[in-house]
């Protein structure tokens, strides 16, 4: 059964001397407040004080303003970042789909691209045997399934990647905006199979600036401010009381 | 469950570390797959493709042997198998050093974007330039044989020491890669250090006895890593110094290579 728990999460980032021995540093807000961390480096506050509890059915979508810690709270969840304290319980196959197009080799077909995907994903041979056929077949390649990467357009390797990323739906499904590919026709598939995908998925959590996306989507909000919990709750409740 | 029992379950540090290091080798499908990718990348749309790693190793080792030959008093044939084998030695530890220290650095996108084991990358990086040398390996040993000086049985006892470089070659880019993600000016300091240290690595001369040469050569640790492969070659035994040597390097890199990476692994991702 999908769980997902985030209690009290705190995510600090270093801060970083300027000049000798400075670290190029591309999270560094401006209007954040610094603190002192526990072993006295200053350090820049992200996120703190998150909580919630989600649980198969859940769709939870994250609100806030650019840089309001969003993507830091998605990344935490997907196991990438550290929370610097606080805890996350889950249970259930998590899949981050924050960049469809991440490890497409360009020398390597298309076939061989979902074939290193299905690696990544940490599928066995068998799974990726038996998603191959349907990839190929929504991702509308035909022929060019077997030339290289690079030979394609942007939108062919657009499709391609949402077709690969969207294979099997995960126990909980992390997204950092929505994704979509393609021309107006491929778009209406993608959604339709996007839907599909969300459906079948027992937990989702998605950031998106896109409120009657979220309001179609979800039943559970969570919004942050410069990094800080605000509130968390049904959708509409959080998205009126702004 | 209970809070107790999840306390006892939650994985200590070193736990982690291990977990990672064995479940990113389990893995070996993915890494061994983006290491190939990554170089055939790296010579793509060439005609001569991956051959020409074996042609740029094989026209600098002549044009070393041409040069510096005339520098040193022994024969052209033992100076050319010393150069060869000390120059592919060296190729694979310089580029294990200087690639190394950007290992974790260069995998930023994947680091962030995916959650796999850190050691994936090591490992993805290690096959990339085992697999490279290997190509120059085979260069290599079709010039010792072509100069004449070797030692046929020497030439197989030699490849002990591939696997014995991998050993060190884990734990070394473990390290580097993660220091060099906290310093970056770090990295710089290898890239030149590297450089320098070729020319104090007994690869393009030969330390004649009671020189300051054979002093550099005594006190270089590389020298025993490169004699570890050369040396069989040449003499048809592998010395005991450098088994002794890469033995003691090698343990205490990994010592230090775990706590590092057992400390600092978590914030990996935060520093990039």
């Not at chain 1, 190029?24 to 807000?29: L, Y």
């Not at chain 1, 830091?72 to 196959?93: D, F, N």
């Not at chain 2, 209970?2 to 064995?22: G, M, S």
């Not at chain 2, 995998?107 to 084991?117: M, N």
Request: overall charge positive.
């Amino acid at each position: 059964m999908a769980l997902l728990v985030a209690n009290q999460l705190r995510v600090d980032f270093p801060v970083l001397r300027r000049g000798l021995g400075a670290v190029r540093h591309k999270r560094q807000p401006v209007d954040r407040k610094f603190v002192v961390d526990s072993h006295g480096k200053r350090a820049v506050r992200a996120l703190d004080g998150v909580s919630f509890r989600l649980e198969a059915g859940d769709r939870l979508g994250l609100v806030g303003p650019n840089g309001a810690g969003k993507s830091t709270l998605l990344l935490t969840l997907a196991g990438i970042l550290e929370p610097t304290a606080g805890s996350i319980e889950s249970s259930g196959r998590i899949e981050a789909l924050f960049n469809p197009r991440l490890g497409f080799k360009p020398e390597a077909t298309g076939r061989r691209n979902i074939y290193l995907r299905g690696l990544v994903r940490g599928w066995d041979k068998r799974q990726i045997e038996a998603a191959m056929d349907d990839i190929i077949d929504f991702s509308e390649l035909g022929d060019f399934i077997d030339m290289p990467l690079r030979s394609y357009s942007q939108g062919m390797a657009a499709r391609l990647a949402f077709a690969a990323s969207t294979a099997f739906a995960p126990d909980i499904l992390l997204m950092d905006e929505w994704i979509g590919a393609g021309d107006k026709s491929f778009q209406a598939k993608a959604a339709d199979r996007m839907n599909d995908f969300i459906s079948s998925t027992g937990i989702v959590v998605i950031a998106s600036h896109n409120e009657n996306l979220l309001r179609g989507l979800c039943n559970k909000a969570l919004r942050l401010e410069n990094g800080q919990f605000v509130g968390y709750g049904d959708i509409n409740e959080i998205l009126e009381a702004k | 469950m209970n809070e107790a029992a999840r306390k006892q379950l939650k994985p200590t540090e070193w736990n982690v570390a291990f977990h990672d290091l064995a479940s990113g080798f389990r893995q070996w499908r993915l890494w061994t797959a983006l290491g190939y990718e990554d170089l055939r990348h790296a010579y793509r749309r060439t005609l001569l493709g991956l051959v020409w790693i074996g042609v740029s190793f094989g026209t600098f080792a002549l044009v070393k042997i041409l040069i510096f030959s005339g520098l040193n008093d022994q024969s052209t044939q033992l100076f050319s198998t010393w150069v060869v084998a000390g120059f592919l030695s060296w190729q694979f530890i310089s580029a294990t050093i200087t690639s190394g220290a950007n290992v974790f650095i260069a995998s930023e996108g994947w680091i962030k974007g995916v959650r796999l084991p850190m050691s994936t990358y090591v490992y993805q990086n290690i096959f990339k330039i085992g697999l490279q040398d290997l190509i120059s390996l085979v260069v290599a040993i079709a010039l010792i044989v072509l100069f004449g000086y070797y030692n046929p049985i020497g030439i197989l006892l030699s490849l002990v020491a591939i696997p014995m470089y991998v050993l060190t070659a884990v734990p070394v880019q473990l390290l580097l890669g993660m220091l060099c993600v906290f310093s970056r000016d770090l990295q710089q300091f290898i890239n030149t250090g590297i450089r320098l240290l070729f020319f104090a690595t007994p690869i393009i001369w030969m330390p004649a006895p009671n020189t300051v040469l054979a002093q550099v050569s005594y006190y270089n640790p590389f020298s025993y890593f490169l004699s570890l492969f050369r040396t069989p070659i040449l003499e048809g035994v592998i010395p005991l110094d450098a088994i002794l040597v890469w033995f003691f390097t090698t343990l205490t890199l990994w010592g230090v290579a775990l706590f590092v990476f057992k400390s600092y692994r978590s914030q990996l991702a935060h520093w990039l």
